[in-house]
């Protein structure tokens, strides 16, 4: 089992930058995929950023150019940069970890609030 708690979420104004981390319960070398997905409201969760293999990284065409994913092996973190933030950025950020086996084994974090105002 892994645990990821997200963590920097907050209210921003549009241009603006934050960023998201994710702290995971286990060595994140030990881990395939992890991502972050998001979820606007009346919407449907959609990947936002991935990287596989702690080093190759894909982007939503939405955010590419403005945020940048990456992972700091020593803390089990991952983190979401995220620049030129536009009000339709809002929504709740979640944090995925996959470890895949014979089976995908899905894990998500509780979520983190993205608030870009006007």
């Known amino acids: 089992q892994v645990q990821l708690v997200e963590s920097g979420g907050g209210l921003v104004q549009a241009g603006g930058s934050l960023r998201l981390s994710c702290a995971a319960s286990?060595?994140?070398?030990?881990?395939?995929?992890m991502g972050w997905y998001r979820q606007a409201p009346g919407k449907q969760r959609e990947l936002v950023a991935g990287?596989?293999?702690?080093?190759?990284?894909a982007y939503a065409d939405s955010v590419k150019g403005r945020f940048t994913i990456s992972i700091d092996n020593a803390k089990n973190t991952m983190y979401l940069e995220m620049n030129s933030l536009r009000i339709e950025d809002t929504g709740v950020y979640y944090c995925n970890a996959q470890i895949i086996n014979w089976v995908t084994s899905n894990y998500w974090g509780q979520g983190t609030q993205v608030t870009v105002s006007s």
């Open positions: 990287i596989r293999s702690g080093s190759s990284t």
């Open positions: 286990t060595s994140i070398s030990a881990i395939n995929f």
